[in-house]
Antibody, heavy 120, light 113 residues
Framework: QVQLEQSGSELKMPGASVRVSCKAS????????MAWVRQAPGQGLEWMGW????????TYAQGFTGRIVLSLDTSVSTTYLEISSLRADDTAVYYC?????????????WGQGTPVIVSS | DIVMTQSPDSLAVSLGERATINCKSS????????????LAWYQQKPGQPPKLLIY???TRESGVPDRFSGSGSGTDFTLTISSLQAEDVAVYYC?????????FGPGTRVDIK
């Protein structure tokens, strides 16, 4: 069965960087892209970007360009989200989601979420 | 960017009654090459990731109960829960995926009256 397993929770100081991983299993990894969505406490869903797992080409939401990097390692079916220059308002749960837009079903599987807390 | 709005912000419905959530996009989400509306609905329960319910505005995802249905076209869409069950208490989000950046509505909270 399809599973997206994310890395564990993180506590970071302001100005630091964090890397969150998302390991896919149960399907052919490069058949679908991977998106990243975050959710601040008590808030809605915010799209951060997605990565084409065939070409490795990332696309970022405008508000995150220059501060996040999406990457992948096809040998271990894993995508990564790295955020630099962390601020308190980056405190959120970060989700990866399988991107099946081209086939219709949008984001059909999601990781369990990785809480990132930014605090001094 | 396509802005998504939802109404109401929250609603409380008696068990077995109908719940209706509206979603409006600031421009069409019709993808002309496929003639499909790239509009999805998600359900999120506390402490869980979102769950896909509906895609292409009206196609139910596999395994989703048939009391959930989606409708609409152009810029106006609706999610209907025909007979609310206790397990349907959640926040519901619409999402457009026709154009980057992908955008979500602010969510509608559904509770039991």
């Amino acid at each position: 069965q399809v599973q997206l397993e994310q890395s564990g929770s993180e506590l970071k100081m302001p100005g630091a960087s964090v890397r969150v991983s998302c390991k896919a299993s149960g399907y052919i990894f490069n058949s679908y892209g991977m998106a990243w969505v975050r959710q601040a406490p008590g808030q809605g869903l915010e799209w951060m970007g997605w990565i084409n797992t065939n070409s490795g080409k990332p696309t970022y939401a405008q508000g995150f360009t220059g501060r996040i990097v999406l990457s992948l390692d096809t040998s271990v079916s894993t995508t990564y989200l790295e955020i630099s220059s962390l601020r308190a308002d980056d405190t959120a749960v970060y989700y990866c989601a399988r991107d099946r837009r081209a086939a219709g079903p949008a984001y059909d599987y999601w990781g369990q979420g990785t809480p990132v807390i930014v605090s001094s | 960017d396509i802005v998504m709005t939802q109404s109401p912000d929250s609603l409380a419905v008696s068990l077995g009654e109908r719940a209706t959530i509206n979603c409006k996009s600031s421009q069409t989400v019709l993808y002309t090459s496929t003639n499909k509306h790239y509009l999805a609905w998600y359900q999120q329960k506390p402490g869980q990731p979102p769950k896909l319910l509906i895609y292409w505005a009206s196609t139910r995802e596999s395994g989703v109960p048939d009391r959930f249905s989606g409708s609409g076209s152009g810029t106006d869409f609706t999610l209907t829960i025909s007979s609310l069950q206790a397990e349907d208490v959640a926040v519901y989000y619409c999402q457009q995926y026709s154009l980057n950046p992908i955008t979500f509505g602010p969510g509608t909270r559904v509770d039991i009256k």
